[in-house]
């Protein structure tokens, strides 16, 4: 919050939220970047599909598909092993299956249970040391991709909402006996007046967060309502400074 303009018959203050923007900005760009990978670049089903034309012989082709329609196809001649790579992280861990192959290996989709995973490594080793002719393996996470993605959509949402903030713009006009609070964003606008012989005082609140404690101004009516000057709480000095230059101004102090 600072003070834009101060005279004898007029005082004018600006609280820009920064710190709310700079938050909400970082967490829509974060979510929409995840939004675009978990749409278009994970793989939400598998198919896995072997014939063997000879008992020596497998042909193999693995398709790939996302939510949008990316596909990916795969062939594969030489499959040699499947199993389940299990990966470990400090809050989770999560498994796949790999097939493994002279060339590399191939993995079906991510996000499976590990039963599930053991499943179908279990089946495309049947297949691979047996004489069975065909073989069709399907996987499937479309539904925990839609979940996932709603979930992004909301918090993508509250990004933009914050990065949003209105604007504040409070001037006190005792030429006119009154005090304007406008705010102002790209989707709305709202103005605020009162009578300045309404104002009981200008006060200040705080509210504790997770690592430090933050403060706002509010106005009080003689109704004993309160009228936040900056909505979003912003740092100490800045809304001491404001206060005591409208209390000043006002004649309270």
């Known amino acids: 919050m600072e003070i834009i303009e101060e005279t004898r018959t007029r005082l004018r203050l600006k609280h820009r939220p920064i710190r709310v923007w700079l938050f909400g900005g970082s967490f829509f760009i974060g979510c929409l970047v995840f939004l675009i990978y978990f749409l ?74 590990y039963r599930e995973n053991q499943r179908v490594s279990q089946e495309i080793n049947n297949f691979l040391y047996s004489g069975q002719k065909y073989l069709l393996v399907k996987q499937n996470q479309r539904n925990f991709l839609f979940f996932l993605n709603l979930v992004l959509l909301i918090i993508t949402a509250d990004g933009i909402f914050l990065a949003t903030k209105p604007v504040t713009n409070c001037t006190f006009y005792k030429s006119l006996n009154q005090v304007f609070i406008e705010r102002k964003s790209l989707m709305r606008q709202q103005v605020i007046e009162e009578p300045l012989e309404n104002i009981l005082r200008v006060d200040i609140r705080d509210k504790q967060f997770k690592y430090n404690k933050l403060y706002r101004a509010v106005i009080v009516l003689k109704s004993f309502d309160e009228i936040p000057i900056n909505p979003e709480y912003t740092d100490e000095k800045s809304v001491r400074y404001a206060v005591a230059r409208i209390n000043s101004f006002l004649d309270y102090m």
């Open 40 to 113: 278009w670049f994970e793989f939400a089903a598998a198919t896995l599909t072997c014939q063997r034309p000879l008992p020596n012989e497998i042909n193999c082709e693995l398709r790939r598909s996302s939510l949008l329609g990316r596909k990916e196809r795969l062939r594969i001649f030489d499959i040699q092993d499947a199993y389940v790579k299990t990966t470990k992280s400090s809050k989770s861990t999560s498994y796949r299956v790999m097939i493994v192959t002279s060339l590399g290996e191939r993995e079906m989709i991510s996000n499976q249970s």
